[in-house]
């Protein structure tokens, strides 16, 4: 399995996910509960990247047709978001967020 660092631990607040891409897929990185996560980070709706929605409770809105997720599992919680989220294996090494693109 090939790993591939996103960022640091510090780029990601609970409230704030860090928006990257990796290996030409855009991945949100999110923190709950101490744990991070990697999700696709493009809506299955339309185009819009849901790291830069509004954040609570494990769950994340889409900024454009407020579809929700949940961040711990990536199941579609409300519509129109379609489908459930990809997820992607993560680790930490020395405080850097590594991921590998196998779809969990
Ligand atoms: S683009 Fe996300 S709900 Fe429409």
Redesign the pocket.
């Known amino acids: 399995m090939s790993w591939t660092n996103v960022c640091e631990v510090s780029h990601v607040k609970e409230e704030f996910p860090f928006s990257g891409t990796v290996g030409g897929k855009e991945i949100g990185i999110y923190l709950v509960d101490g744990e991070y996560y990697a999700l696709e980070d493009v809506?299955?709706?339309?185009?819009?990247l849901?790291s830069q929605?509004f954040v609570e409770d494990g769950k994340v809105e889409?900024?454009?047709?407020?579809?929700v997720f949940d961040i711990k599992t990536g199941q579609c919680l409300r519509?129109?978001?379609?489908r459930d989220l990809k997820r992607y294996p993560l680790r930490v090494v020395e405080n850097r967020i590594q991921i590998t693109l196998i779809e969990e």
Request: proline share 17%; with cysteine; glycine share 16%.
């Open positions: 809506c299955p709706h339309a185009y819009a849901l929605g889409c900024p454009l047709h407020e579809a519509e129109p978001g379609g």
